[in-house]
Structure formats: structure tokens, C-alpha cells
């Protein structure tokens, strides 16, 4: 598999490593969903991705339609889809995702740990340079699927001619720019392919290797980033630990 794939690997066991949190984050994300498009998965392609990522993650069919359903009160609030970037201890890169109903807050949050952490806050777009903005779908993969001849087909669809598999799973993960989600997820359903997972990611391009003291002092800032509830997901471009030892 590739290292892309390993990366979001080890990332992923991370910062989906509480149930709760990851539960609440969905349902953040499921308010957008439904919001710009409607409670309908059939009529709401974004929703529907949402709802393979709540599956995946093993949320309950009654808190995702309790999350549709309470997208749809007047009383709901509108999030923001902000992010934010710095560096944190030991000169590595750090990417912040949030969705938030108030931004003076959430900013406010965010420059509290880079601080307590001896870090830097930039302006958005400084880091962008060090991580590639990605969409990723996973989907199961049929029998007798020539994945050279899938793949080759897909690229019109904006879809990366790389590609990881896990055999294990039978599933098949994708990369591709994000302005071709839409695209990219219309083409898999069109030919029947079940989709288990799509999401926006950050892939960093330059990967600095740590000791295992200087790790234990990022991971910690992560966590503390993680802890609050309008942070979706946290980038970091430190190489994963399973690099580092080999």
C-alpha cells in the first residue's frame, strides 16, 4: 500500500479514537449536509457520503437521523468550515479543521494551545505548500474488476492514478482533487460500486522524522486541539511512528 494510505492510516486510528467526539463530529457534518441540500440521502449526494462515513465509523442509524432531523429546526446553528495553521513545537506543521458558529471563539481556542505549546499561528494559506488537499473514497470492489481499466476510466473524473488496496477488507481507496467530489462519487455510484467511506483530506508532502520525546509533545498538543468541539480534524507533518522505526 502506499504511503498515503498509511499515513491517513495511522492519522485516522488517532483522531477518530473517541467515539463520542467522532459522533459529534459527524453530526456537524450532517447539519451542513442537510442544510445545503435538502434531508433527503436519494436527493442529497453529500448527505449520503456522510451516512457511508457513519456507518463506517459504527454511529447508530438513530443518532444519524436524529442528527437529520434536528439539521432541519429553525433553531439550529450555521457552521463554518474554517481552518486555521501553524507551526507547533519542533517546527512541525499544524492543521486545524473546524467547523464552528462562532469564530472568535474557536480562533481564540486554537491560539491558546499553539501558545501554551511555544507554537505560532498563521494566517490562512501559509502552510498550504506542505499538504496536498485531497478528496478520498473507499468502495468495495467487485469481482473481476480490472482496477488498471477502473482507474483509467476515473481520471477523467479527476481521480489520481494511484490507488490503495486492502485485500483484506476487499475494498479499493482513491484520491483525487477536491473540486471533483461531486464527479468522482456520481461515476462510482453510476456503475454500482458501494461506497463505504469519502472525505476531504490532508496529505503533508514533506514528512520530518521527531524523537520520541519531541513526538510525545505534539501528540500531546493534538490531543488538547482535539478536545475541543469545534475541531474536526488535526494535521500535523510529522512522519508516522511506524516510519521512524523502520
Not at 453530526?27 to 451516512?51: S, Y
Request: hydrophobic content about 35%; charged content about 30%; overall charge negative.
Amino acid at each position: 500500500m502506499g504511503r498515503a494510505f498509511e499515513y491517513r492510516k495511522a492519522t485516522k486510528m488517532k483522531r477518530w479514537g473517541h467515539m463520542a467526539r467522532t459522533f459529534t463530529k459527524l453530526g456537524k457534518q450532517i447539519a451542513i449536509a442537510v442544510k445545503a441540500g435538502g434531508p433527503e440521502p436519494e436527493n442529497n449526494p453529500t448527505l449520503r457520503a456522510l451516512i457511508a462515513n457513519c456507518k463506517r465509523e459504527n454511529m447508530p442509524k438513530d443518532n444519524v437521523d436524529r442528527a437529520i432531523k434536528n439539521a432541519m429546526g429553525k433553531d439550529q446553528s450555521d457552521y463554518k468550515d474554517v481552518t486555521y495553521e501553524g507551526y507547533g513545537p519542533h517546527g512541525i506543521a499544524v492543521f486545524v479543521d473546524t467547523l464552528t458558529d462562532n469564530t472568535t471563539r474557536t480562533v481564540a481556542d486554537v491560539r491558546s494551545i499553539f501558545n501554551k505549546f511555544n507554537g505560532n499561528l498563521g494566517t490562512q494559506g501559509s502552510l498550504s505548500f506542505l499538504f496536498d488537499h485531497k478528496c478520498v473514497f473507499t468502495f468495495k470492489k467487485k469481482d473481476g474488476i480490472d482496477m488498471d481499466e477502473l482507474i483509467l476510466d476515473l481520471i477523467d473524473y479527476g481521480v489520481e492514478d494511484e490507488y490503495d488496496e486492502d485485500e483484506e477488507a476487499g475494498e479499493v481507496t482513491i484520491y483525487g482533487s477536491p473540486t471533483s467530489f461531486s464527479d468522482i462519487q456520481k461515476h462510482l455510484e453510476a456503475d454500482g460500486f458501494e461506497v463505504t467511506g469519502a472525505e476531504f483530506t490532508r496529505i503533508p508532502n514533506d514528512l520530518k522524522a521527531v524523537t520520541p520525546e519531541e513526538r510525545a509533545t505534539i501528540e500531546k498538543m493534538v490531543d488538547k486541539l482535539e478536545e475541543f468541539e469545534d475541531v474536526q480534524t488535526v494535521y500535523t507533518n510529522m512522519m508516522p511512528e511506524e516510519d521512524t522505526e523502520e
